[in-house]
């Protein structure tokens, strides 16, 4: 089992509709990454979360640290917002090291 | 926030042939990695590379195969060596550390012919 999972691995949505992807762990954390990445390759960095909620503009972030479960909300998706989403959780046990999920794949339809 | 230059941002190369791939931040970061990410995998880390001193690489990855250089703190290379198909990926650099904010570079999409 990975140490990251994430879920959906692909998803399909309308344009307007409110989107969910969820990111679950197995190891102590410090901290965890939602990602961005674009068809070309490049990716940037959404959210660094510890605990919480964080919110930048149509994207919501939220940890539960008991849980160990992330989820990256997209409210009014739009087909700009497709592209694939990677969680990654900055593992602090067993030395530092940062275990990324395997990305959910978003597809936003017109 | 850090900005991150990143190129060449695709390349074609012939088996047997090295790339070199930079990347360019705009402020002075103590580490830098490099990661893979092969076609329909998540990214692996490859290296740290820190200034002044060797590359610190990941398990399956040597530096006869990618040498790194760090002769800066602003800046960073990472060649891919005597090429093979299995090296088509993306490769990124990132200034991203412990506990703090990630950037990433635009990725170099390399495919081996």
């Known amino acids: 089992k990975n140490e990251v999972e994430q879920s959906p691995q692909n998803l399909t949505a309308q344009e307007g509709e409110f989107i969910t992807i969820n990111c679950s762990y197995s190891?102590?954390?410090?901290?965890l990454h939602w990602l961005q990445q674009h068809p070309g390759g490049g990716i940037v960095s959404l959210f660094m979360?510890?605990?919480g909620k964080k919110k930048h503009g149509r994207l919501i972030a939220t940890i539960n640290i008991q849980e160990k479960h992330s989820s990256l909300h997209i409210t009014a998706s739009h087909p700009r917002d497709s592209a694939v989403y990677i969680c990654?959780?900055?593992?602090?046990?067993?030395?530092?090291?940062?275990?990324f999920g395997a990305g959910t794949r978003l597809f936003v339809k017109a | 926030s850090a900005v991150i230059s990143q190129k060449p941002s695709r390349d074609i190369c012939q088996r047997g042939t090295s790339l070199t791939i930079q990347c360019q931040v705009d402020?002075?970061?103590?580490?830098m990695f490099w990661y893979r990410q092969q076609p329909g995998q998540s990214l692996t880390l490859i290296a740290t590379?820190?200034?002044?001193?060797?590359?610190?690489?990941e398990s399956g990855f040597v530096i006869d195969k990618f040498p790194i250089s760090r002769p800066n703190l602003t800046f960073s290379t990472l060649t891919v060596s005597n090429m093979s198909p299995e090296d088509s990926s993306i490769y990124l650099c990132?200034?991203?550390?412990?506990?703090?904010?990630?950037?990433f570079g635009q990725g170099t999409r390399l495919t081996v012919v």
């Open positions: 990654a959780a900055l593992k602090n046990t067993g030395g530092f090291k940062t275990i």
């Open positions: 190891v102590g954390i410090s901290a």
């Open positions: 979360l510890s605990s």
């Open positions: 402020s002075q970061v103590t580490m």
């Open positions: 590379a820190n200034q002044g001193s060797e590359a610190t690489y």
């Open positions: 990132s200034d991203g550390g412990l506990n703090t904010e990630a950037f």
